[in-house]
């Protein structure tokens, strides 16, 4: 991609001026066996069903998923997330395309992932799937927080664990992928506090950022992340759980919401339960005025040059960790930081 130094940024034509943005709030159900994904795909299919059943209102024409409604989150060891791992395309991803299809409306859901070009793997992908059922967009997961969790680390593999690899496989600009759409330009990630990620997305034009959470997330890193780069920004989290699942109902349920470029609140659920969060996107209206953000790069540049992060890249590429706890034991004096 050739980078704009005026301000600007690619595009693609608008199908339209405002377009209608559906937030599903929606349970995560972590499945002790993997022959419960049907099930789990079953109920995602029906609420997409359920977001077009009313005859009033405003009709999505992109629903947003949170980041694992299929399969479900509990802490399994990694040949445990790979028995639940979906194929992009696969079974999974053509009934959703069936349903993009059928409501002529775009999709975005986030999966476990398996990939035959990266055996061995588990990625955490978010998905956008088109009207006409192709597959528009795969945003790998940026990178997972490391260093936090007392003993364990996640190992879903991210670009960062295999950043040489990746970029020798797909160029470096799908490092920060950004989808050019009829419906304006979208970033997809469920990469959480992580400002510089978010702005460089804007940097490369950037105008809707759809986020995904599970258990979770940080609303002024979200909010921050419209209003600091003056796009509309939408996280989505799960519902209430299961009663029957290992957690309690209430395990960092709800909050999602569609923020504008000024930080503030459009739409967000007003419970915990499942819902339907709608915003109208005026995206025609915004790309009028909207331009980079303006960053004082030249001030800052010389301290990112010299700066060192925490652990360095590439550490999934000799070894793929086995579990949570093998992950922690892997990454344990690999920190860079004393």
Not at 122 to 138: F, M, Y
Request: one cysteine or more.
């Amino acid at each position: 991609m050739t980078q704009h130094t005026d301000g600007l940024y690619p595009t693609v034509d608008l199908a339209k001026d405002v377009w209608t943005l559906g937030v599903v709030q929606s349970t995560v159900n972590p499945t002790p066996d993997p022959s419960g994904m049907r099930a789990n795909l079953d109920h995602m299919l029906h609420l997409i069903d359920n977001c077009f059943h009313t005859p009033f209102g405003y009709r999505p024409d992109l629903l947003f998923f949170h980041e694992f409604p299929i399969s479900g989150w509990d802490n399994w060891t990694k040949a445990e997330a790979e028995r639940r791992c979906i194929e992009l395309p696969g079974p999974e991803s053509e009934a959703i395309s069936a349903k993009a299809r059928q409501h002529n409306c775009y999709i975005a859901f986030g999966a476990y992932v398996r990939d035959p070009d990266w055996p061995g793997h588990v990625l955490s992908i978010t998905t956008l799937i088109g009207p006409d059922g192709e597959i528009v967009a795969k945003h790998w997961k940026a990178r997972n927080v490391k260093g936090v969790f007392g003993g364990v680390e996640l190992f879903t593999t991210t670009v960062y664990d295999v950043l040489d690899e990746y970029i020798e496989k797909y160029g470096i600009d799908e490092v920060v992928p950004v989808a050019r759409t009829p419906l304006g330009n979208i970033s997809m990630s469920s990469t959480q506090l992580e400002p510089e990620l978010f702005r460089a997305a804007a940097v490369k034009g950037a105008e809707v950022f759809l986020r995904t959470a599970s258990g979770s997330f940080n609303e002024i890193d979200v909010r921050a992340s419209a209003l600091h780069n003056r796009v509309y920004t939408a996280i989505v989290n799960n519902s209430l759980l299961p009663r029957d699942t290992p957690y309690f109902e209430d395990t960092g349920a709800g909050g999602s919401a569609v923020y504008g470029p000024d930080g503030n609140v459009i739409a967000a659920a007003d419970s915990k339960f499942e819902k339907l969060v709608v915003a109208q996107i005026p995206i025609a209206a915004h790309r009028a005025r909207h331009r980079q953000p303006d960053i004082h790069w030249d001030m800052y540049k010389h301290i990112f040059d010299a700066y060192r992060s925490r652990f360095a890249p590439n550490l999934f590429t000799p070894y793929q960790p086995e579990s949570l706890e093998d992950a922690g034991r892997y990454l344990d004096g690999k920190s860079r930081w004393r």
